[in-house]
């Protein structure tokens, strides 16, 4: 999974991949810890969707200009424009069905 340190890093992520998913957290998010292990798991049937991981404690100023004020938030962007967003305590399964439509939309 690929770490990004800034925001200039994240709008190349989010333009240079079809399907991108943002990964916020934060040091000490527990919750984060434990959900983001579940994600790469689930990402494994969609090989098309790329994750990438944001540590806010290291990366400020990316919080404030993409609105995340809760942790972990996941935003899901499709062809650069921001599709979904979840955020502290997320449903793996809720997040898979919301990835598996546009995923078979755009791939199928």
Same mark, same amino acid.
């Given at each position: 999974?690929?770490?990004?340190?800034?925001?200039?890093?994240?709008?190349?992520?989010?333009?240079?991949?079809?399907?991108?998913?943002?990964?916020?957290?934060?040091?000490?998010?527990? +919750?984060? =810890?434990? &959900?983001?292990?579940?994600?790469?798991?689930?990402?494994?049937? $969609? !090989?098309?969707?790329? #994750?990438?991981?944001?540590? +806010?404690? =290291?990366? &400020?100023?990316?919080?404030?200009?993409?609105?995340?004020?809760? $942790? !972990?938030?996941?935003? #899901?962007?499709?062809?650069?424009?921001?599709?979904?967003?979840?955020?502290?305590?997320?449903?793996?399964?809720?997040?898979?069905?919301?990835?598996?439509?546009?995923?078979?939309?755009?791939?199928?």
């Amino acid at each position: 999974m690929l770490i990004l340190n800034s925001n200039n890093e994240i709008k190349d992520f989010i333009s240079s991949n079809q399907m991108a998913i943002l990964y916020f957290t934060v040091e000490g998010c527990n +919750v984060c =810890k434990v &959900l983001l292990p579940k994600i790469e798991e689930m990402l494994q049937k $969609y !090989p098309n969707v790329k #994750l990438a991981k944001i540590d +806010v404690s =290291k990366t &400020l100023e990316a919080a404030g200009a993409y609105s995340v004020f809760a $942790y !972990p938030t996941i935003l #899901l962007y499709i062809e650069g424009k921001e599709y979904a967003r979840e955020s502290r305590y997320v449903s793996v399964e809720g997040f898979e069905e919301t990835i598996k439509k546009y995923y078979n939309l755009l791939f199928s």
